[in-house]
């Protein structure tokens, strides 16, 4: 992608493409005297190529620290699952009126509860969840997936799909856990979907929502529950690992990102989309923009079904042009309360043109240097990190007729002063 071309590629656009000039007028000219252009004023619509930098980054950060784990089941296309540790589980409780705690023989009504996330969920009437125990050497992530095995079943939940709502706790076995109680085991939990057609997300320890045990060491219902919070040993000698290690998703089968040379939004690991805009100032500066649409042609994503969409939700780019990283200043976006530019939903096998509405971020840009600040969208996915719905487009690379466009209708701003 070379900015200096497409930046120079611009310059005739600017100037040939002013279409339907005269041919609207504002019907009102009430309100804040700025947008006062005059009685029927005229409004010119530009169609423009100003993307002058397309990319597509990924989304997620290092390993283990992902806000939400991912469970996913689709068949040939997907296979994703939760892995939860819990390497301290206590062997001792206290009994009521004893001031000492004493060893825990019995272990009864043992459950893991995790949070659910819904955003971008497919789930099957009923869903079954299974829970394994995952322990072992601190294996890697292939032999990690080869420890779900039948005889490490420890727990599933049978839920109706309309059930599946906030939180979802899986009976686990008791006598595991007594075991793992008596003889200082560790618990590491592994969560997986048995249905195809099953996506759904699940809290994160980095939320403060993560997953936790509850079980019950005596069946004297005065002394509650015993709670039992995510932890991990392991990395040995590493706390920013070992503690990022208390859950993460394994990702065993996940679908091809879509082409390099397009832009892609969502998808598993998610991607985001950073564009970069080249507008003339003059536009920006001195015109009252009516309306901005940004006009994507989209690559159908055939990999995934009918029910797959994408929330497409553009963000105004608010990194310093001293950001070389892009991956970094894709993260750098206006808060969209300040910024508020409406989400598109997507549906990713189809094709086609699709329109966003920006002219806020054209207002935004008012207020930004181009210089110190670039004029950038980022597109991310409402469901970022919970989905494997991927939207594609094709980008500035792509034939002309399939690139990325701006429609501008605007007015010349009027000075007033005494007739």
């Known amino acids: 992608m070379n900015a200096i071309r497409r930046i120079a590629s611009l310059l005739p656009l600017f100037t040939l493409v002013i279409a339907g000039a005269c041919t609207e007028k504002l019907n009102s000219i009430a309100g804040c005297p700025d947008l006062c252009t ?12 100003p993307v002058t930098l397309d990319t597509t980054v990924t989304a997620a950060g290092e390993f283990a620290t992902e806000a939400f784990l991912f469970v996913g089941n689709r068949g040939d296309t997907v296979d994703t699952r939760a892995i939860v540790r819990f390497d301290t589980v206590p062997s001792r409780y206290a009994k009521s009126n004893i001031t000492d705690s004493v060893d825990i023989t019995t272990v009864d009504s043992a459950f893991i509860t995790v949070r659910i996330d819904r955003r971008g969920s497919i789930v099957p009437n009923p869903v079954i969840i299974d829970a394994y125990d995952v322990d072992g050497t ?95 040993g392991t990395p040995v000698n590493d706390v920013a690992k070992s503690t990022a290690f208390q859950d993460y998703t394994l990702a065993v089968k996940v679908p091809a990102p879509g082409p390099a040379s397009g832009i892609n939004v969502g998808g598993y690991p998610a991607r985001l989309a950073y564009l970069r805009f080249t507008i003339p100032q003059g536009i920006v500066d001195s015109s009252i923009v009516v309306r901005a649409r940004l006009i994507l042609t989209q690559i159908p994503n055939t ?49 086609g043109l699709r329109r966003i509405e920006i002219a806020v971020a054209l207002q935004a840009w008012r207020l930004q240097s181009a210089t110190t600040s670039p004029h950038v969208l980022v597109l991310r996915s409402g469901a970022e990190g919970v989905s494997i719905a991927e939207a594609r487009f094709y980008s500035m690379e792509a034939a002309p007729n399939l690139r990325p466009r701006l429609e501008i209708s605007y007015t010349p701003r009027t000075s007033f002063g005494r007739p």
Not at 153 to 169: H, Q, V, Y
Not at 307 to 326: E, M, N
């Open 38 to 49: 005059g009685q029927g004023a005229p409004i010119q619509t530009l169609i423009i190529e």
């Open 138 to 232: 601190d294996p890697t992530q292939t032999d990690v997936a080869a420890l779900f095995t039948a005889s490490r079943l420890i727990g599933t939940r049978t839920i109706a799909k309309d059930s599946l709502k906030d939180s979802l706790r899986i009976p686990i076995s008791n006598a595991v856990l007594l075991d793992k109680a008596r003889n200082r085991k560790r618990l590491r939990v592994g969560i997986k979907a048995r249905n195809a057609s099953t996506q759904f997300g699940i809290f994160a320890t980095e939320t403060g929502a993560g997953a936790h045990v509850t079980f019950r060491a005596t069946t004297d219902t005065a002394i509650r529950a015993l709670v039992v919070l995510p932890k991990s």
């Open 303 to 351: 990999q995934l079904g009918l029910a797959d969409t994408v929330t497409l939700i553009p963000l105004v780019g608010a990194a310093a042009g001293t950001v070389s990283d892009i991956s970094r200043a894709a993260r750098i976006t206006l808060d969209r309360n300040v910024a508020l530019i409406d989400s598109v939903l997507v549906p990713v096998r189809e094709s």
